[in-house]
């Protein structure tokens, strides 16, 4: 009798736990609203040029067209900071939060220093809301390639 009320002890708190188990997955299934962006708005790069040989120590310039620059964290319409993708063949998914590979931009900068090897190399910038997320439409520049010397 005892081995039988432990038995069901375990099987009535399995059934009990088992919808904590799946409320993680679920939850990470639901897409985030993405900030709305002007269909007009579009990021750049102001330099270096596509085509560009750099040393391996470079300052590249981010542009933004019909959007505001604001930090990380500060909510406002029309408004998101840069991300930048070095060497990435395709984009980030686009409704989450971007970050692993992104290099980010929180503080609503608008250029920085990167060092990188010699080589060929793409940059790419997105831009992305308070919390990191793209907008919709997606403020993506276009794709540049570089020659580190």
Known sequence: MNKLSTLSLMTLATFALSPLAFSHN???NHQI????APKSANAYIISPANGATVNETFTIKFGLKDMGVSPAGFEKKHTGHHHLLIDMDKL???DRPLGGDVKHFGGGQTETTLTLAKGTHTLQLILGDHRHVPHNPAVVSE???ITVK
């Open 92 to 94: 980030p998914p686009l």
């Open 143 to 145: 794709k540049i390639t």
């Open 26 to 28: 679920h939850a990470q």
């Open 33 to 36: 609203k993405q900030s709305v």
